[in-house]
């Protein structure tokens, strides 16, 4: 399918400023967004939100993470910084907002956004950085966008729509193993605890994503790292349409 870039709504500018709106509403305190002198670099939260319908792609945010983790322990009023999976559920929030707010001002019909999908991660090559400023309290951000309207009225298919999210990252876990034990034994564990899983050394790892298992392995040594060789593939390995389920 033939398709064109969407205009000036789609800018990186102007995600920006919607993302402002929305971290100030977060906080509970005003926020602007200024060019950033400096280049976002290193380790931080990478936040993709797929863009499907009558316009194809993705809105990407990475958030610096220090600042981050202080603009939600606020927000959520945690006496503590919030854990990983609540940094990322508010980061992702935001994102989804912020994109949601962008798309509504293309003026187009039948576009729609996936579910976020957040990992930590480098920012984006060449996305532009800002200076997220709120409460005088600064947050690096990088946004980019990419979304391409298309040109003919039928609607997505399923190869279009796993083309949307083939850049979106999921997680995958390494499952050594498992076990069941009563509160009163967990509540002893320490240094020096040993716990039965319950297998054998020589059984195979499990690879999962999310709570599906797809494979099983053996674990290897890579480049000085713990790797995994798969040697099965399981019949529950998820198809094409569950790999778009679980990012829209």
Partial sequence: MATTQVNVESTADNLGAELATVWGAKVGAAAELKPSAAAAAGGGWLVTVPVDGSALGKVVVWFEPKAATA?????????????????????????????????KKTGQAGVTLGAPVSSQAPPPDGAPSFDLVSGGKVCKVAVQV??????????????????????????????????????????VLGPGSVIDMGRS?????????GDRLIARGEVVVVGGNYGVRITELTSSQPSVHELEARTS
């Fill in 201 to 209: 050394p020589d059984e195979p790892v499990e690879l999962l994503v």
């Fill in 71 to 103: 603009a939600a322990k606020a927000a959520l009023k945690l006496d503590a910084d919030p854990k990983d999976d609540a940094l990322s559920a508010f980061l992702s929030d935001v994102a989804m907002k912020s994109a949601d707010a962008l798309i």
């Fill in 146 to 187: 990419e979304i391409a309207a298309a040109t003919t009225p039928s609607g997505p298919s399923s190869s279009r729509r796993l083309e949307a999210v083939l850049d979106v990252d999921l997680p995958l876990v390494v499952r050594f193993g498992r076990a069941t034990m009563p509160l009163r034994a967990l509540a």
